[in-house]
C-alpha cells in the first residue's frame, strides 16, 4: 500500500520539474513506499530459540527445553542469593597469621519440562561430581510441586513460585572455592521416560541373586591396609550404595511400580538329586568387612564353601548375607513395595569336572539349569530308578530332613540345630524364618523350575517331589502365617502338565496335587514361553505374516497362538526346515492339554489324567478356576530374534 501511495506522491512532486522530474520522481517514491511495506508486513520475526543446551545460561524468556528419554543439559540458573564468605584464621601465638576466605553459594537451576523420572549424573566445569556429597533437591517437575524451603525463607512464602511444570534442581550452600569462587558451569543427566512402557511395570524380580552384599541399603566396607578401606557395594555416584541408586531409579521410572521379588540363592553341586548338597558360597577367603561380616545361616566366612572361578574371578557372585538380605526387605517395605521371597537355586558345576551325567553324555555340563536336576539317572536311561519306589529315597535325600522345630530366632539371627546337612528343606526354611525376622513378606515362592524333579515317579504313578513340595508349603505357612501368599514358580514347560516320552501315551496333571493345596495361593509360571519363530531373509514362514521379528501385532498373536498352541517342532531336525505338526488330541478333542499356551482353558476346566491314552473316570484335584495364576517370572532376552527363545539365558555360564 506505501508503495503505491508514495509513487503517485513522488509523481506529482516530479511533475513540477516537467514530465522527466514526475518519473524520477515515481520511481524514488515507489522505492521508499517498498521500503515502508518492508518494515511493516515483510520483516521476518523470530521466536525463541533454544539455546545450546551444553551451557548454563541466566536469561530472560529461554525456551525450556522437553527431554525424551536420556539427555544431558544444563538448564538457566532462575535464582541465586549472594555468596556466603565464611572468615577463617590460621596461625598467631606469636607467628604470622594467615586469613582464609571460603566462599558457598545457594541457587536453583531450572532444567527442562517435568515431570522428569530422576537426575543421573552430574558435571561441574566437565568433571563429574558426586551429588550424594552436595545438598541438593532435586523437583521433577510434576503440577503438584511445592515452593523450595531455602527459597520460601529467602524470598518469603508470597513471593516465591513452585515452579510447577519444570524440573528444578536447588543447591544449599555449595562450596564454590575449587570452582574460582564463581558458579561452576553445570551438567546434568537428565531421565524422562518416552511413555508407554515403564507405566505399565507393576512388579519386578530383582537380581542377581548371588552377591555377597549387593543387596544391603548400608554401606559396607573392605579392610585394606593401614587407614585403608573401600566401600564393596557401592560403584555409582550420587547415592550411599548401589542398591539405594537401583531402587531410586528404578521407582522413578516406573511410577507404578507396587511388587518387587527378591531372589536370594543357595548354591547345588550336582545334577543327581541324591549327590546334590545345597548351600551358601563365598566369593573369597581372607576378607575383611565393616561394620557387618558375612554370614548366612549360622555360617561364616571361613567355613563357606567358595563358589567355582572362571579365568581366576569367581564364577558367581557368593551368596547374601542374611542381614543385607534383612536390610533389603525392610527398605523395600519402607519404600511402599510388597515384597514376594524368592529363595533360588543356581547350579555350580564348573567345567572340567568328573561329576557323571544322569543323561548319559559323560561328565556334567558346566553351570547348568536347575531344572536338570533330576534322579541318578534320568527316565528312559538304563538304571534309571524312575516309576520304582527307589526315586523316592533319591528325592528324600535332596529335600532333607530339616524340620520346621530345627530353626529358632535369636535376636536377627536364624539359628539351626537340626541335623547337619545342607539340603533343599533347610533352604527353604531358613528363608522363611528370615523374613519372619524382618517382619513377614507378602509372599513366599518354594521353588522354581524344578521339572526334572516334580516329573520324576514312584510306584502307582505318584509324584513323590510334588509330594514334598505340599509338605513344605505347610511348613511355611505354619511359620509366616496366613497373611502370606505361596506358591511354586513353575516352568512354563511344566506347569500343566507331565507327558512323558516314552510311548506311554500317560498324561498326568502332576502338580494339580500342590496347586489345589490349602498352603498354596496361586499357580506360579515363569513364563519364556516362545512368541516368534523369526528367521534370516524371506524365505520362512513367518515372512508371510509379518514385517519383521518385532512387529507388535505378530508378537501378541502369539501369546495365545503359533507354536505351543497351534502347531509344535517334532525334532531339530523339523525346527530347522519348519516342519509344523499340528497340536490336536484326537481321541478327546481336548488339544488344550497338550497346549502349554492355552493358559486360560486349562485353568477353566476340569482335569482327567490319562492312562495308556485313556481318560480317567474321576478328575484330579484341581478346581476349575480356583486359584489365580501368577506370573512369577516372565521376560525375553533385549537380542535380535530374542522371542524365538525367551527361556535361552545369554550368559555363557548358563546352560
Request: net charge negative; with cysteine; aromatic share 10%.
Amino acid at each position: 500500500m506505501a508503495t503505491l501511495v508514495l509513487q503517485v506522491a513522488g509523481a506529482a512532486l516530479g511533475g513540477v520539474f516537467g514530465p522527466l522530474g514526475a518519473t524520477i520522481g515515481a520511481a524514488a517514491g515507489a522505492l521508499a513506499g517498498y521500503a515502508v511495506d518492508q518494515y511493516l508486513f515483510g520483516t521476518t520475526v523470530e521466536g525463541a530459540r533454544l539455546s545450546d543446551l551444553n551451557v548454563q545460561r541466566s536469561e530472560e524468556g529461554a525456551a525450556i527445553p522437553r527431554v525424551y528419554g536420556k539427555a544431558r543439559i544444563s538448564g538457566q540458573v532462575i535464582w541465586a542469593t549472594r555468596f556466603e564468605e565464611v572468615v577463617s584464621e590460621e596461625g598467631g601465638k606469636g607467628g604470622p597469621s594467615i586469613v582464609n576466605y571460603s566462599y558457598y553459594a545457594n541457587f536453583a537451576i531450572g532444567l527442562c519440562e517435568g515431570p522428569i523420572a530422576r537426575i543421573g549424573r552430574c558435571w561441574a566445569d566437565g568433571d563429574e561430581i558426586d551429588l550424594a556429597t552436595v545438598y541438593h533437591r532435586v523437583y521433577r517437575g510434576d503440577e503438584g510441586q511445592g515452593a523450595d524451603s531455602l527459597i520460601a525463607a529467602k524470598q518469603g512464602a508470597a513471593g516465591t513460585p513452585a515452579y510447577r511444570g519444570t524440573a528444578i534442581v536447588v543447591f544449599e550452600r555449595l562450596p564454590i572455592t575449587d570452582y574460582g569462587n564463581r558458579l561452576p558451569q553445570l551438567a546434568f543427566e537428565v531421565f524422562r521416560p518416552a511413555g508407554g512402557l515403564e507405566d505399565e511395570i507393576c512388579s519386578v524380580v530383582i537380581i542377581p541373586a548371588a552377591s555377597e552384599f549387593a543387596y544391603d541399603p548400608s554401606p559396607v566396607y573392605l579392610q585394606g591396609g593401614v587407614g585403608s578401606r573401600e566401600t564393596i557395594n557401592r560403584h555409582i555416584d550420587g547415592a550411599v550404595t548401589d542398591w539405594q541408586a537401583s531402587l531410586d531409579e528404578l521407582q522413578a521410572l516406573c511410577p507404578n511400580l507396587r511388587r518387587a521379588a527378591l531372589a536370594v540363592t543357595w548354591f547345588g553341586s550336582d545334577l543327581r538329586a541324591s549327590h546334590c548338597t545345597v548351600t551358601p558360597r563365598v566369593e573369597a577367603y581372607g576378607t575383611t568387612t565393616t561394620p557387618t561380616t558375612w554370614s548366612v545361616s549360622g555360617l561364616v566366612r571361613a567355613g563357606a564353601p567358595l563358589v567355582s572361578q572362571i579365568g581366576g574371578r569367581p564364577a558367581y557372585g557368593g551368596t547374601p548375607s542374611d542381614e543385607s538380605v534383612l536390610r533389603a526387605i525392610v527398605d523395600l517395605k519402607r519404600r511402599g513395595l510388597a515384597v514376594t521371597y524368592y529363595p533360588f537355586l543356581m547350579m555350580d558345576i564348573p567345567s572340567g569336572n568328573s561329576l557323571t551325567d544322569p543323561y548319559g553324555w559323560g561328565t556334567q555340563p558346566a553351570y547348568p539349569w536347575r531344572g536338570r536336576i533330576t534322579a541318578s539317572w534320568a527316565p528312559g536311561m538304563s538304571g534309571t530308578p524312575d516309576k520304582t519306589s527307589a526315586v523316592e529315597a533319591e528325592i528324600a535325600a535332596f529335600m532333607g530332613s530339616a524340620a520346621r522345630t530345627d530353626f529358632a530366632i535369636s535376636g536377627v539371627n536364624v539359628v539351626y540345630s537340626g541335623p547337619a546337612e545342607w539340603s533343599y528343606r533347610r533352604m527353604v526354611l531358613h528363608s522363611a524364618f528370615l523374613c519372619l525376622i524382618a517382619g513377614g513378606v507378602d509372599a513366599f515362592i518354594i521353588g522354581s523350575e524344578l521339572r526334572g524333579l516334580t516329573t520324576l515317579r514312584s510306584t502307582g504313578h505318584a509324584y513323590p517331589f510334588v509330594t514334598a513340595l505340599k509338605a513344605l508349603a505347610a511348613d511355611v505357612r505354619a511359620i509366616l502365617g496366613a497373611g502370606t501368599k505361596i506358591t511354586y514358580a513353575a516352568d512354563w514347560s511344566e506347569y500343566f502338565g507331565h507327558q512323558p516320552a516314552d510311548g506311554s501315551g500317560d498324561a498326568f496333571f502332576h502338580l494339580d496335587p500342590l496347586w489345589s493345596d490349602g498352603a498354596i495361593d496361586a499357580v506360579g509360571i515363569d513364563s519364556y514361553v516362545p512368541l516368534s519363530d523369526w528367521r534370516d531373509g524371506a524365505d520362512h514362514l513367518d515372512a508371510a505374516v509379518a514385517e519383521s521379528g518385532r512387529d507388535i501385532a505378530y508378537l501378541r498373536a502369539n501369546i495365545a497362538g503359533g507354536e505351543g498352541f497351534d502347531w509344535y517342532y517334532g525334532s531339530d531336525a523339523d525346527r530347522a526346515a519348519q516342519i509344523r505338526s499340528p497340536i490336536t488330541d484326537g481321541g478327546y478333542g481336548k488339544p488344550w492339554v497338550y497346549r502349554y499356551k492355552d493358559l486360560k482353558t486349562w485353568w477353566s476346566q476340569p482335569h482327567y489324567n490319562r492312562v495308556g491314552y485313556v481318560e480317567q473316570a474321576s478328575p484330579t484335584s484341581w478346581v476349575p478356576e480356583g486359584k489365580p495364576i501368577w506370573f512369577t517370572e516372565i521376560g525375553c532376552p533385549a537380542i535380535d530374534k530374542g522371542a524365538n527363545e525367551p527361556n535361552i539365558f545369554p550368559d555363557p555360564k548358563v546352560g
